[in-house]
């Protein structure tokens, strides 16, 4: 079975433009979660979608968007980027129906902000 | 948010065993407790999970006493390709794990 993939795997943008980062999740997954990872904040929590819904969301500003297609397939959306937007941004997907179920991750856009 | 306190780091040699121990003092009754492991620029690869008592799978064992405010993954005779962050953490809500720092090991020959 494929894993989850993540497409582009690495980006560069200049401030204020915007960007769009795609994931398909593993077949029969439903739930699509992003993570921003930076050295100083670590991991942390953007949003996730279930059933093309958003569940539940971080503590993001909202330049940071998302979606989720009938297929499962998610796209995460930043506009007016910021350097501090300069990450690796990871999706992973699950089942989606109990909280405790494995999230298996992708590889991770690296987004660079000059 | 529940939240996870590790070791920043640990030290080891090959072929020994790797104990990382995490606290969590806050657990809820629904919380099971959820171990991945990351190496760099890469996403983090599901470890081990557990609830109670002690699970193994062919990787690594969770030790988790009675109480649940701690646990421990111990990781049998690693080699150099275990040298990477280790995260341990709590399912608390739906796909929405909660990362604490992790525990950098680094595994010399």
């Known amino acids: 079975k494929a894993g989850v993939t993540q497409t582009p795997r690495y980006l560069i943008k200049t401030r204020g433009q915007q960007v769009t980062l795609s994931c398909s999740p593993i077949s029969g997954h439903r739930s699509v979660s992003w993570y921003q990872q930076t050295p100083g904040q670590g991991l942390q929590f953007l949003f996730e979608?279930?059933?093309?819904?958003?569940?539940n969301k971080g503590n993001f500003p909202g330049r940071f968007s998302g979606r989720q297609f009938s297929n499962s397939r998610s796209e995460m959306n930043v506009s007016t980027l910021e350097l501090g937007d300069s990450a690796l941004y990871l999706c992973a997907s699950s089942l989606g129906r109990d909280h405790q179920e494995t999230q298996y991750f992708g590889p991770g856009t690296r987004l660079l902000v000059l | 948010l529940a939240k996870t306190t590790q070791p920043i780091s640990m030290d080891s040699y090959e072929g020994q065993e790797v104990n990382i121990t995490c606290s969590h003092n806050?657990?809820?009754?629904?919380?099971?407790i959820t171990w991945y492991q990351q190496f760099p620029s890469q996403g983090p690869r599901f470890i081990i999970q557990?609830?109670?008592t002690k699970v193994t799978n062919e990787v690594a064992s969770l030790f988790i006493p009675a109480d649940r405010k701690s646990s421990t993954l111990s990781l049998p005779r690693v080699s150099l390709s275990d040298t990477a962050v280790y995260y341990c953490?709590?399912?608390?809500?739906?796909?929405?794990?909660?990362f604490g720092k992790g525990t950098m090991l680094l595994v010399s020959p």
């Open positions: 806050n657990i809820a009754t629904n919380d099971y």
């Open positions: 557990g609830y109670k």
């Open positions: 953490l709590m399912n608390s809500g739906y796909s929405t794990l909660t």
């Open positions: 979608y279930f059933s093309e819904t958003q569940r």
